[in-house]
């Protein structure tokens, strides 16, 4: 038996374009310590790493932990990893490239680091403590600025031989479509994303469709975040509303194509569009996707709206280190 | 250690829709005993339940092992299965509903049965012993009548919560496409399935435009088998070769959707098509595949042609029991 003395301490780290959050976990996942910090992207690689560690130093110092009682450490990362390795193969927003990151973190520490994709974190999260507990498949989508997907399937996160998959905002749902940033068209993302609504909105609105987007932001797509659409909708802009649902029947479309594949018994959509209108957009996603299953898929699966917000991902960090080295441990043990 | 005298017996039995292959195998999985038997599936579950039976009696005679020798018994079914509680759910071909199968060998042998989807067999045969031998994500896709396909990822045949998924031949490829028989429209199997080809041949036949097709099946299109298909191309219907590239390239659109979902480092292609003109039908797929990835997913999938044939299934059952069997003693054993 442990005591508290010995008890597990976990350390996740979400690391995101524009901030990150070290937070630190008791054995039984309470809080202890947490600190924000802006990442700076810009002032590069080493200034980021440099602040990573501070941040997770300030959390652990207003948890009172001492580094040397840190079980393990999971990091999050905005783009594909290669998790055997600890590297960041890409982290496009932040112009990284193959960062030795688990290596660069452990020596500062000392303790076992793990790195993973940030959606998968977020999804692992929301499997282990969220609106996904205890599912066997659990699918997470993540609509924003593109479209981010995980799969947590029997416990484990599913990837590719060498790194992160799910890759679901790329998937094809309009052949021929619009050109994405990927390179490809007619991909999910570049057809249903919180930028692609935004684009149909601006034009809605140039055309005078869109009164209180237009007294709110303008034409200027960047401006015509979640919030704002959501408040357009609340003020009476129909157009917003179908454009919107729309979108979500879109994805509903690639959700059901996930369905036919994996078979996943919960769906959980998160991001910054689910959470300014959650009923809205999670009952379009839903019954779009329940039209387009076969017929003995139609009671498969529930889709709900992520129960954890931005404490998704950190917690999954964390949570993942704890399933990646208490794993470990009992192998050796054994 | 074993001597060969207690050493492990696997039997596969694959069912399908018009005959049924049972195989006894030696724990190197060397066959050492088999019997090839028709379904006769309007006599009903209890007769083809009975044939099923003495298939497997006639192959352990043959191979001259007694039924309690036999340390596990797989058996491949043409339909969704719930290989917890070992209940065939529906097998269309042969009217079966909610058939305890499981159970039911069980009684007849007292030794242990495990049932599966014959595709999912035929995938996990490819990955043990074939064309994806130790793949991390094995992708496995059967153009035939449908389009079936199975994924082995990490060992493991993926699976839904109650039964097996990989329903890859439903996936959508065209909004608003053809009707298929599940009732959707644009489903992938609906578009490029032997079926859809054999239907456009026909066409292409009744316009004078595929000679060799109308003088060996005329526009029949249930008499357009794979082997005809190959023929026609190999005596120069020029029509007919377009057609078959034409759907395989909408394959390959689907493999490509696969990819950004999976990550598979392998996707074997099996069924009468690909065995009919495998150069052809696995390059066209695999070009069209690589066009419709993001760039770094290029270069991450092999696409191969299935290196056993009819085989595939009947030695995925056998190796599926041993998986099961063995994993189940390992655990009760510590």
Redesign the interface.
Known sequence: MSTVENANIWVGLDLGGTKMLATVYDAEFKPVGRKRLKTKGAEGTDSVTNRMIRAVREALEEAKVEPDRVSGIGVGIPG?VDQEKGIVL?AVNLSWENVPLAKLLQKEFDRPVVVLNDVDAGVYGEYRFGAAKS???ALGIFPGTGIG?G?V??G?I??????S????G??????DGQLCG???RGCLETEASRLAIAGEVAKAAFRGEAPTIMKLTGTKIADIRSSVLAEAIAAGDKVVEQIVRRSARILG?AV???V??????IIVLGGGLVEAMPELYVESVASAARK??????TD?FKVVAGKLGDDAGVMGCAAWAEKTFITRQTKADT
């Open positions: 594909p890409e599912a066997r498949t997907g799969c399937y029997d484990q599913i990837r590719g031989k060498r790194n998959c799910m890759e679901i790329h998937i094809s749902v309009m052949p990927c390179g490809l479309t059901a194509s996930c036919h594949l994996l078979c996943p018994d387009a299953v076969m017929p003995s898929f498969t």
